[in-house]
């Protein structure tokens, strides 16, 4: 894509360089833009190119476990062992087929009720007469912001059966006994992954139904079509592409999704790519994991891909709509009531309920038997007793909890202020510099993170810093990496968010800069950032409740001095120890409920971008 | 030909191994020098498998001022984390313990990441087959059944569970993860003659093979019948003792979680007489990284495991520490470990390593 085309004579450019020598330098170093522009191509290359390049490179490598299985060939060596063994060996079918089968069926099907349940809920909030609008907007998109395990946590205090021993949950305590395929599995997993991501279609439809222009639905009204005809043939093909996009957003989201499939797949053995993968790690056979994150890096590309091609425009996260003229309102009638009742109860049941079921097992002494004498604070602020939980002391008692609590703050907020700074600088020079090689490439390598799974980018990060190589030290176990490879992996959204701001802010305000005889810095201080600073405060929002609740990517790189809320959950929940797992996602979901709500009273805006504002 | 190959080098491996000692640290220790050092290093950093090390590691602490960080993982990750942090010269553990010897013997201690250390006050002490790479501690796992449903044990031979009336009624620790599981089928593929005497005494023919022998035969039938992976021995032991079960399972799970059948209220008991074995005899091995940065708080703590720390373990039952000075557990059903190493099979670093590979894909190609 135009890589060279803008300056065909690269080749020559070498040579010119030379030529012109020192003049050429200092109009390079007279150009700000141009220098910071080599210098983000730098960082992102080597935050995104170099760790692709690492991840094939360690596919086909031996790893040192291995030369207990490769006999006659050293670590470091190049063997097809990995790649033979993944895709053409008896255990491929275990270890790549069925995890295959399984991701996409998933995938699609979550998609599928996600899409439904998201149009569904934007047509009501967009285009009806809905009472409590507003509330609903707001609380619809809460299923996102919550880290997506808790609804697989909640899942499993209701569900969870004998099968897989432990404490059973609610409903067997009542004597229901639940088949498998209801307690784990392929069926709890696409239920909630679609309350998870709805909130994307939510969204994305919603403001496609706000921006499409209601005139042409009165006009198939004047020529005589019922509501229905004009849902089918007038509004749905309207909004069809913000379907599509949200469809693309979900599913390959979905194919990257760890911590669902972990929490309720693991136990019956039921895989998909990224818990195949994981437990490839964990079994200590990182070669096969490496051969599997290329394979999900290439399923996210295509669908990346198709998208581009049916959607014909990449990275279309928001519809900015045109002025269209004010919608007139779907009136419901007398259903009003009933309709916004039965949202509501929806989101009470996916919001509330969850929580509350999470809440009350962590006050429960024996788990599992719901009487008032069994109720406790032990598991909250409870001293250390032998016998319970490995003598562990409650969470708010225990100062792992609050290192933990701690690390994940700090992690939000490197990873926002960071991603924010490069989505900032990224948007300037990317605009600045429209039309040349060096724009598309900063353009194109930001958006590559977007393609690689989550749980591979953690893989493929902890491959590459694992030993120092060249100058880089080794970052194995240190703060820095985790915040590093959380950066690298906002890189496309940061970069987006700093696009599309600039386009916005245009050119002439910083040439009336450049024409008032001010400098670069200048012109950037008192200026673009003044003018971005609500911008810049935005994007600061969805990286910090993204880095707080990431779980797939730094499982893999945490080490126990360096552990966050998200993993401590995780760790726990290993362990069997569901009352603590409990507890600190929920301390985790006030933490990011109260800093998303700290953040959007300081930046005056909503993350459901007011779609039910009246 | 490549099979014979194959062979040869694994012969070449397992020569090497019972041939090549690892080397020793020091001989004569002052220990107030170490003590004094240890003391100016700081902090203290252990990987290892139980969660039982909280209590030695808060003992050291008290006995010494030195700060501990204690953190419990398997035993993938304390070698993975072992290695890495050895390559990337980070500060990382500086005492592991690990009940993998797989690992320990073909990769930690040959490709210098730990190194054994025997203290020089235990050198006389521990049995000279444990010290080499040191051993603190066996401990027993074993099948038991729910003796509210069933008066004795509902099993008489290991072949029982492969039989349909145990399908999906056998729970264990994931042999995946769970590196001891693995290596107690690789004493099994070289139990052949124990395996299909047991298989005739059990169902009074002699065997059918679908696989080289018994061993592999007994471990792909397992694998076939369904049985249900489980994340820790907690749950295995909780899950077969649990009261009220209309059709318990049967389980694989260490001993020391019959301390628990009290407090728990379990209906668990061991299945003792099991053909021809009751479950396996495995070892805890400890070991100082090669690049500690605490090397001297390091030796004074593996010599305070040995001495005071192991029992954080032994006061319970299920657990025989290798110093001869710490007594067996009084309410110890057998007496002792030497008791136990004849019912259950005591696993052995070199036949782990020379099938370990092949072990691991086999289970998973059968156990879906």
């Known amino acids: ?614 | 030909m490549k099979r014979f190959a194959t062979l040869l080098l694994v012969l070449s491996l397992i020569l090497m191994l019972g041939g090549v000692s690892f080397p020793v640290l020091a001989a004569d220790e002052d220990w107030n020098a170490i003590t004094d050092a240890a003391k100016n290093e700081g902090l203290l950093i252990v990987y290892n498998p139980s969660s039982r090390m909280g209590e030695a590691a808060e003992g050291f602490t008290a006995k010494y001022g030195i700060a501990v960080q204690w953190a419990k993982m398997n035993d993938v990750e304390v070698s993975d984390r072992v290695v890495r942090e050895h390559e990337a010269k980070a500060r990382g553990a500086d005492v592991i313990v690990t009940e993998d010897a797989a690992i320990l013997m073909a990769q930690l201690l040959p490709q210098g990441y730990v190194v054994n250390y025997i203290p020089s006050t235990h050198k006389a002490i521990i049995p000279v087959e444990y010290q080499d790479p040191l051993i603190y501690q066996f401990q027993p796992r074993i099948i038991g059944y729910n003796t509210e449903a069933y008066d004795e044990s509902p099993i008489e031979s290991l072949w029982d569970l492969t039989t349909p009336e145990w399908r999906g009624k056998v729970l264990m620790r994931d042999p995946q993860f769970t590196s001891t599981n693995l290596a107690w089928f690789a004493e099994i593929v070289e139990a052949t003659d124990e395996m299909e005497a047991a298989y005739e005494k059990r169902f009074g023919e002699p065997i059918t093979l679908t696989t080289p022998n018994a061993g592999w035969e007994f471990i792909k039938r397992l694998a076939n019948n369904k049985p249900i992976m489980f994340k820790s021995d907690t749950d295995v032991a909780e899950a077969v003792g649990a009261r009220g079960q209309a059709d318990p399972p049967v389980g694989l799970y260490v001993l020391s979680k019959h301390r628990d059948i009290p407090a728990k209220n379990l209906a668990l008991e061991a299945c003792y007489g099991l053909e021809p074995y009751m479950g396996y005899l495995y070892p805890a091995y400890v070991a100082i990284t090669a690049n500690a940065a605490s090397p001297n708080a390091a030796k004074l703590f593996v010599r305070y495991l040995l001495e005071e720390g192991v029992k954080a373990w032994t006061k319970d039952l299920g657990n025989f520490a290798t110093d001869p000075r710490i007594p067996t557990h009084p309410d110890d059903p057998l007496g002792g470990t030497e008791a136990w190493a004849k019912v259950t099979m005591p696993l052995n670093a070199q036949t782990t390593v020379k099938h370990y590979g092949e072990l691991f894909d086999f289970w998973m190609k059968h156990a879906k």
């Not at chain 1, 962590?362 to 007793?385: A, D």
């Not at chain 1, 980018?457 to 820095?480: C, D, E, H, K, V």
Request: contains cysteine; charged residues 10%.
């Open chain 1, 1 to 614: 894509m135009g890589l060279h085309s803008a300056q065909p004579a690269a080749g020559n450019r070498l040579a010119v360089l030379c030529e012109r020598g020192w003049n050429r330098s200092k109009r390079i170093l007279s150009n700000p833009p141009l220098v910071l522009s080599i210098a983000l191509l730098v960082i992102s290359i080597y935050l995104v190119i170099v760790p692709l390049i690492s991840v094939l490179i360690s596919s086909v490598t031996l790893h040192s476990r291995d030369t207990l299985r490769v006999f006659g060939k050293k670590v470091g060596e190049f063997t097809t062992y990995y790649l033979k063994r993944v895709f053409a060996s008896d255990i491929s079918d275990v270890l790549f087929y069925e995890p295959l089968m399984n991701t996409l069926i998933v995938s699609f099907l979550m998609s599928v009720l996600a899409i439904c349940i998201g149009t569904i809920l934007a047509w009501f909030v967009v285009r009806t007469d809905l009472p409590f609008k507003r509330f609903i907007s707001n609380m619809a998109v809460v299923p996102f912001i919550l880290p997506s395990w808790t609804l697989s946590l909640a899942w499993l205090t209701i569900f969870k059966n004998r099968t897989i021993g432990g404490t059973t949950g609610i409903l067997e305590y009542f004597g229901v006994q639940l088949p498998d395929w209801i307690s784990y599995g392929p069926l709890p997993i696409i239920i909630t992954m679609a309350l998870h991501y709805y909130p994307f279609t939510f969204m994305l439809v919603g403001s496609a139904f706000k921006g499409f222009d209601t005139r042409l639905e009165e006009a198939a009204f004047v020529l005589g079509g019922n509501q229905r005809t004009i849902l089918r043939r007038v509004v749905l093909p309207m909004v069809s592409p913000a379907i599509a996009s949200s469809f693309i957003l979900t599913i390959s989201r979905g194919i990257g999704s760890f911590s669902t499939p972990v929490f309720l797949g693991n136990p019956i053995n039921y895989r998909v790519l990224s818990t195949r993968l994981f437990a490839s790690l964990q079994a200590g056979s990182p070669g096969d994991a490496y051969v599997i994150s290329l394979v999900m890096i290439l399923l996210a590309a295509t669908f990346i891909f198709i998208s581009n091609r049916i959607i014909g425009k990449r990275k279309s996260f928001v519809t900015i709509s045109g002025q269209a003229p004010r919608a007139k309102l779907i009136s419901l009638g007398k259903w009003r009531f009933v309709a916004s009742a039965g949202i509501l109860l929806f989101l009470f049941a996916v919001i509330v309920v969850p929580l509350f079921v999470l809440a009350a097992d962590t006050f429960m002494r024996v788990p599992g038997v719901y009487s008032p004498s069994n109720f406790t604070l032990h598991y909250w602020i409870g001293k250390s007793t032998p016998g319970i939980l490995d003598g562990r002391p409650g969470i708010l008692r225990d100062p792992d909890t609050w290192k933990a609590f701690l690390n994940s703050v700090k992690l939000g907020l490197s990873t926002s202020v960071l991603s924010a700074i490069f989505g900032i600088l990224i948007g300037y020079t990317v605009v600045n510099l429209r039309g040349t090689w060096l724009s598309s490439a900063l353009d194109q390598i930001s958006f590559l993170p977007y393609l690689i799974p989550s749980i591979a980018f953690g893989a493929i990060y902890l491959s590459l810093f694992a030993q120092q190589r060249g100058p880089i030290p080794s970052l194995y176990g240190t703060f820095m990496l985790i915040i590093l490879a959380t950066t690298a992996k906002n890189f496309p959204f940061a970069a987006k968010s700093g696009i599309s701001a600039m386009i916005q802010l245009g050119h002439e305000i910083e040439e009336a800069g450049i024409i008032a005889g001010a400098s670069w810095l200048t012109r950037m201080r008192r200026l673009v950032l003044p003018l971005q600073r609500s911008g810049l405060l935005n994007a600061l929002i969805l990286p910090f409740i993204s880095a707080m609740r990431e779980l797939s990517m730094v499982v893999i790189l945490i080490t126990p001095g360096t552990q966050l809320l998200t993993t401590l959950t995780f760790r726990y929940s290993d362990y069997g120890f569901y009352h603590m797992s409990n507890a600190v996602v929920l301390l985790l979901v006030i933490v990011i409920v109260v800093m998303t709500y700290i953040m959007q009273r300081i930046t005056g805006s909503e993350l459901s971008e007011g779609l039910g504002g009246n």
